[in-house]
């Protein structure tokens, strides 16, 4: 494991829709599990869920029923599929990955992505 890039952000109207990918390198990404979180202006980086390597997740109370992450290990990508968004969503999405632990604290989480913004406009 080892470099992450995130893709799929942009600016999409309120109650739109938005796929984000998380694309790893290496072989070993179905050992790994996946978190994605968001960083808004101003403000501290947020935890959105994870994944983990047995496809279980979780999520911020926040985002819970409209965001859904996947992995799919074949193409060593993770996914961050976000529906009704709101204007409040707008922040650059980072995801990271660790092979180890697991949770809600980014400090758990060893490789991260360069994040990709994802606007909403009211």
């Known amino acids: 494991q080892g470099l992450l890039v995130e893709s799929g952000g942009g600016l999409v109207q309120t109650g739109g829709s938005l796929r984000l990918s998380c694309a790893a390198s290496g072989s070993t990404f179905s050992n790994y599990a996946v978190a994605w979180f968001r960083q808004a202006p101003g403000k501290e980086r947020e935890f959105v869920g994870f994944?983990?390597?047995?496809?279980?997740?979780s999520y911020a109370d926040s985002v819970a029923g409209r965001f859904t992450i996947s992995r799919d290990n074949a193409k060593n990508t993770a996914y961050l599929q976000m529906n009704n968004l709101k204007p409040e969503d707008t922040a650059v999405y980072y995801c990271?990955?660790?092979?180890?632990?697991?949770?809600?604290?980014?400090?758990?989480?060893?490789?991260w992505g360069q994040g990709t913004q994802v606007t909403v406009s009211s």
């Open positions: 994944i983990n390597r047995n496809q279980g997740t």
């Open positions: 990271a990955s660790d092979a180890g632990r697991i949770g809600t604290s980014a400090n758990l989480y060893t490789y």
